[in-house]
């Protein structure tokens, strides 16, 4: 299968890396407008340069591919999902975005034999197939609680942060409103406000909505999980400063200045751990009220010979299993959500069972309680 990738920064050349190291994949077509400094470790990876705000080079490029994965900004989507449905070539994307998730739906729904799938990636997702794995085992589901951080091991600055992935990305999920379900409905909830603490090994850390997370989860949910939502982790004393920053003086309407700012004074790191953490309480079919909980570290490692940092590595292995789910023909045509991939078929993969199948030091636990 050739797969084209259309961005070559952190997240797309490491998912040519992973591609390029799976046996389902016999070509990577990697595009963008700088050719990335470590292609050669890229065994079955070919460079193609690509403007991909130009319509005609971009129909050109998909047109080559069997599918194709954007690790574009997240601003560019709509083009190149608007491109591979012309051409009639899978789809698949990282994006937070609510509104690109929802442009891809319409072309999809134009077309239920080509594959589409937004939202691949650690979160949205990974999360949303172990979240919806976890709601499935109960007849009844109280509550889903989904928290997802990409942090440094250490941090000496005042936000307790430094970057790891998409500036832009990361900016627009703590400007969007984000989405929950309240009494079973879906409601609506305000970026950077629902700060809770919570403990995980021994570390604090603290959470709070943005938006992208829980993808099309509370539509799939709606009446079936009383209370869902997703939330970010990181340390504490972060979500005051971005709150500062983004509301107080009013930079969440200057995106491209803070994304500018953040570029240039916020150090990239690689000593980073993701922290995935989901708890789901319900009755089973004996009215018993249970509680399943999922909970991982994921750390930096090198494979073929470079170094990823944790967010690189989850997010890739999530879009990665994807594609090959689709690969073996697992995948359905038109629009696929994340949650509808069953947990077992996706820790059956190469690269999500490699990095999110439960180890010795996690824990997965299931605990019961009062009935109600």
């Known amino acids: 299968m050739r797969i084209g990738i259309i961005g070559a920064g952190k997240v797309g050349s490491t998912i040519a890396l992973l591609l390029a190291d799976s ?5 990577v077509l990697l595009a963008d407008q700088r050719e990335p400094a470590d292609l050669a470790v890229m065994r079955k990876a070919r460079f193609h340069r690509l403007d991909a705000s130009d319509p005609k080079a971009l129909r ?25 449905a012309a051409a009639r070539v899978a789809y698949f994307d990282l994006t937070e975005d609510v509104e690109t998730t929802q442009h891809v739906r319409a072309l999809a729904a134009k077309d239920n034999a080509t ?9 949205p997702g990974a999360i949303n197939v172990i979240g919806g794995a976890l709601a499935r085992q109960f007849e009844e589901v109280r509550s889903l609680e989904m928290r997802v951080g990409a942090l440094p091991l250490s941090a000496s600055n005042q936000m307790k942060y430094y970057l790891s992935w998409s500036t832009a990305g990361l900016i627009n999920e703590y400007c969007q409103p984000g989405e929950v379900l309240y009494a079973g409905k879906p409601a609506t909830c ?9 403990t995980i ?9 943005t938006s992208g997370g829980v993808a099309t989860m509370c539509e799939t949910f709606a009446g079936k999980v009383r209370e869902l939502s997703y939330k970010t ?11 500062f ?16 700012i953040f570029d240039q004074e916020v150090p990239l790191t690689f000593d980073d751990v993701v922290v995935v953490y989901v708890n789901a309480v319900g009755h089973d079919k004996d009215r018993r009220l249970l509680q399943h ?22 997010t890739a292995a999530g879009a990665v299993a994807m594609i090959e789910l689709f690969a073996q023909r697992r995948l359905a045509g038109g629009f696929v959500s994340q949650e509808s991939v069953p947990m077992a078929d996706f820790l059956a993969t190469k690269w999500g069972g490699r990095v999110y199948a439960p180890s010795n030091g996690d824990t997965r636990g299931q605990r019961e309680g009062r009935s109600a």
């Open 23 to 27: 046996a389902f994949c016999h070509e």
């Open 60 to 84: 050109a490029f998909v047109g080559e591919c069997q599918a194709v994965l954007s690790a574009s900004p997240y601003y560019l989507n709509k083009a190149i999902a608007e491109a591979c």
């Open 115 to 123: 594959t589409f799938m937004p939202q691949c990636g650690l979160a």
């Open 190 to 198: 305000l970026p950077l406000d629902g700060l809770e603490r919570l």
């Open 201 to 209: 090994d021994g570390t604090e850390y603290e959470a709070f909505n």
């Open 233 to 243: 982790l990181r340390y504490p004393g972060h979500r005051d400063l971005m709150k």
């Open 245 to 260: 920053l983004l509301f107080d003086l009013q930079l969440s309407h200057k995106r491209e200045l803070l994304t500018q």
């Open 293 to 314: 909980s999922y909970i991982k570290k994921i750390y930096s490692t090198e494979v073929l010979g470079r170094r990823l940092s944790a967010i690189q590595l989850s």
